[in-house]
């Protein structure tokens, strides 16, 4: 029998919790296509999954000679984000039913993303998962997205919860990197199947190699409820 308290559980946002990344891609491509930068690939924004949006932005706007700043620039992005993500952002189910059995159970949980705050709030804001998820922390809120351990941090001290107590669900490698740094156990679910042999997750304790196709609740949440595991 497992008489630990439960522990809190901290969920990535885009492309753990919610399939956002569609949106992000077509966000990106709209907006260096009205610079002059046609034929945004996905495979060259799937190489941006897991870093924060002001990363990307900053990045792609060095790599393409874009004249407007990055504040312009990520203004833009997020505008055409937002528009996108209001029409609909699916959740992926396994994950709806993982939540709704740490919910249950008394889990404290958060979601800390490289999203902005608007955003974050928006997407949960079009979900089931709103009033579930009410504690958020965004990279416009700490000095260092990931994989600093900042926003994992940050939720660890909003939830009250000691960082080693604390459970971190991820979709990239930097997400993982992220919660190694902040001495946290983390169940890794590729969202780039492909990634699955990446260094940063073979610090995971709990990996689905096969994304979210692989994914299953319950034994996410059997691992959850053993104290220490994978440590």
């Not at 885009?14 to 990344?21: A, I, K, M, P, R």
């Not at 998962?129 to 600093?148: C, F, W, Y």
Request: glycine share 10%.
């Amino acid at each position: 029998m497992n008489d630990s308290p439960p522990a809190p559980v901290i969920f990535d946002l885009d492309g753990t919790l919610v399939d956002s990344e569609p949106h992000y891609f077509e966000a990106g491509r709209r907006v260096l296509a009205a610079h002059g930068v046609p034929g945004f690939t996905w495979e060259e924004h799937a190489s941006f999954i897991g870093i924060g949006t002001r990363e990307t932005v900053t990045t792609l706007r060095e790599r393409y000679g874009i004249g407007a700043t990055v504040e312009e620039l990520l203004a833009e992005k997020n505008a055409a984000y937002l528009e996108l993500a209001r029409s609909a952002t699916e959740v992926f189910p396994q994950m709806r039913k993982l939540v709704e059995q740490l919910r249950a159970a008394g889990h404290p949980m958060a979601v800390a993303s490289g999203s902005s705050r608007t955003a974050i709030d928006t997407v949960l804001g079009a979900t089931d998962l709103d009033p579930l998820l009410t504690v958020r922390v965004s990279a416009e809120e700490v000095e260092r997205g990931k994989p600093a351990p900042d926003v994992f941090l940050a939720a660890a001290r909003l939830l009250g919860a000691a960082p080693a107590d604390c459970v971190v669900l991820e979709d990239a490698p930097p997400g993982a990197e992220a919660a190694r740094r902040a001495g946290m156990r983390c169940v890794a679910v590729p969202y780039v199947p492909g990634s699955a042999g990446d260094p940063a997750f073979a610090s995971a304790g709990l990996l689905f190699a096969g994304g979210q196709a692989e994914f299953d609740a319950r034994r996410a949440y059997g691992w959850i409820r053993q104290p220490g595991s994978g440590r």
